[in-house]
Structure formats: structure tokens, C-alpha cells
Nanobody, 124 residues
Framework: QVQLVESGGGLVQAGGSLRLSCAAS????????MGWFRQAPGKEREFVAV????????YYASSMKGRFTISRDNIQNTVYLQMNSLKPEDTAVYYC?????????????????WGQGTPVTVSS
């Protein structure tokens, strides 16, 4: 399976922006659709966004639509999550994950590889 390492998390003020990165190892990065998930303390992990293998198609959770942008660079084997207009409720550990085929739906099913997560804290 592809190995994933997230980075870019940290502390940010409400209304601010942050860009997360997920670096993937292996020769087949472009064969995977990539997703972002997050898990707040005491809550279940939830879907954030997914991007197709080519990067041409994206799908977002309703609460993130218009604020978050997922993108990828298949040359650098990296997927990004640009987060704008951050709110305290966005505070969570953010994970990237890989699946074999893109689908425009929320949920964890089908994601075979996961990163270790990077924490994001949004102050009020």
C-alpha cells in the first residue's frame, strides 16, 4: 500500500487559513483517488473532501464546500487541503487517505491507506 505522511497542521486564529500537505510514497500515486478526513476530540472521524486520480474531479462535505479546496500534484506525489475561513469547530486531527477508485460520496469505506494525521487547532 502507498505510505502517506501529513504535514502543515498547527495553531491558527478563527477566520484564518492553513494549507495541509500529504506526501505519498510509491510509483502508483496517480492510480489512487485521495481523500481528506478529520477527527475532533470525542467525535467520530468524518469525511472532508476527495479528489480523483487525475485531479479533474472533486467532491466536498457540505460544511466544507466553499471554504476548503483539495488539490493534488501527481509529479510531486502530494495532495493538498487549502482551508480558509477557519472556525473553532474545524479543530481536529486531519488525515489523508487513498482509495483505488474515485467516487463522489462521503464515508471511509474503500480507503485502504491512511496517514498518521496532523493536528489543527483553531482559536476563537
Amino acid at each position: 500500500q502507498v505510505q502517506l505522511v501529513e504535514s502543515g497542521g498547527g495553531l491558527v486564529q478563527a477566520g484564518g487559513s492553513l494549507r495541509l500537505s500529504c506526501a505519498a510514497s510509491g510509483r502508483t500515486f496517480s492510480s489512487y483517488a485521495m481523500g481528506w478526513f478529520r477527527q475532533a476530540p470525542g467525535k467520530e472521524r468524518e469525511f472532508v473532501a476527495v479528489i480523483s486520480e487525475s485531479g479533474r474531479l472533486t467532491y466536498y462535505a457540505s460544511s466544507m464546500k466553499g471554504r476548503f479546496t483539495i488539490s493534488r500534484d501527481n509529479i510531486q506525489n502530494t495532495v493538498y487541503l487549502q482551508m480558509n475561513s477557519l472556525k473553532p469547530e474545524d479543530t481536529a486531527v486531519y488525515y489523508c487517505a487513498a482509495r483505488r477508485n474515485y467516487i463522489a460520496t462521503a464515508g471511509e469505506f474503500g480507503y485502504a491507506s491512511w496517514g498518521q494525521g496532523t493536528p489543527v487547532t483553531v482559536s476563537s
